[in-house]
């Protein structure tokens, strides 16, 4: 018994090529719809996706100089202590009297005048 | 002939379809339209009915073109999605069997004679393969109308190679017994 292949020729969709033709043409008519809106939507994504490399430089710069001033050492100001008498213009020096109770000597009195030695 | 077809490789034409790159998909159909057909075709047993399949499973495809996870193997995914609507399509039609089926021939060929001949000789193999098994049926079409090796019908239908060459051989002998010396040789020479 032979065991040659079966023509199915007959069975072939694409063996009428007019025939074939018109099988294409209708799903691609009927998918038109479905690939229009594939095509809309990779446009719309493809609008962010467009901004979003000029976007995350700016966000990365912005970041970058924020972390710099955050991360500088801070500049330690020392200020001395400054007491009520000098800040109402005061000498120093006779608010020491002042607060010691004691008058002050001729010689105390020269220096802070201005006379003394 | 779109100039698509043949020369970019499935991946490529998924990933371009993907885009709704309408020339892209019309590539995939015109590529996977017969092993489709054949799947289809046997499935149902008719060839009106193969080709509603075909055309549902190519938009549905469309549809969920993201779930190809191997997009160089479209043609086996699209295989399964032809076998999923068949079923379905199989469980309609015996819901609607009484209804009439509507013979559709959009196309005319030049000469009457042939054509009909061609007709009648489709409607006796389509008649015998409807006496063979699905099985039997999706190796005979896949092998000797789609030109599938063995290797790839086992694939397909997840069988061994040695049971494609045995069901091929049982359905090409029930098909000569069906059709008759006759009918075969008239079909060689048309």
């Not at chain 2, 698509?4 to 590529?31: H, K, N, Q």
């Not at chain 2, 339209?33 to 046997?42: C, D, E, S």
């Not at chain 2, 549809?63 to 086996?76: F, I, M, N, T, Y």
């Not at chain 2, 069988?159 to 060689?188: C, D, K």
């Amino acid at each position: 018994m032979t065991d040659d292949p079966i023509d199915l020729t007959a069975l072939d969709p694409t063996a009428d090529g007019t025939r074939f033709d018109a099988l294409v043409g209708a799903i691609t008519a009927r998918a038109e719809p479905l690939l229009r809106a594939r095509h809309a939507r990779l446009n719309g994504f493809g609008q962010i996706s467009a901004w979003r490399r000029p976007v995350l430089l700016l966000a990365a710069a912005i970041a970058l100089v924020a972390g710099a001033s955050l991360l500088r050492p801070r500049q330690v100001t020392t200020r001395s202590e400054t007491t009520l008498a000098e800040a109402i213009g005061t000498p120093s020096s006779l608010a020491t009297w002042a607060g010691s109770g004691s008058p002050p000597s001729p010689a105390d009195l020269l220096t802070t005048s201005g006379e003394g030695p | 002939m779109p100039p698509l077809e043949g020369s970019t490789d499935d991946a490529a034409l998924v990933a371009r379809a993907r885009r709704g790159e309408a020339a892209a998909f019309e590539a995939l159909v015109r590529r996977h339209y017969r092993p489709a057909f054949a799947t289809a075709m046997a499935l149902t047993g008719t060839r009106e009915d193969a080709e509603d399949i075909c055309q549902d499973a190519f938009i549905k495809a469309l549809e969920r073109l993201e779930d190809c996870r191997q997009p160089e193997r479209v043609g086996a995914w699209l295989l399964q999605i032809v076998r999923n609507r068949a079923h379905n399509h199989r469980a309609w039609r015996k819901v609607r069997e009484t209804e009439p089926i509507e013979e559709r021939d959009a196309a005319v060929e030049h000469d009457p004679h042939r054509a009909m001949r061609r007709d009648a000789l489709r409607r006796k193999l389509e008649s015998a393969l409807g006496t063979l098994t699905e099985l039997q049926r999706q190796v005979v079409l896949l092998h000797d109308l789609e030109g599938m090796a063995h290797k790839e019908v086992a694939e397909l239908l997840d069988i061994s190679e040695v049971s494609s060459r045995q069901h091929l051989f049982v359905a090409r002998r029930l098909l000569r017994e069906r059709l008759g010396t006759s009918t075969i040789e008239e079909y060689a020479h048309d």
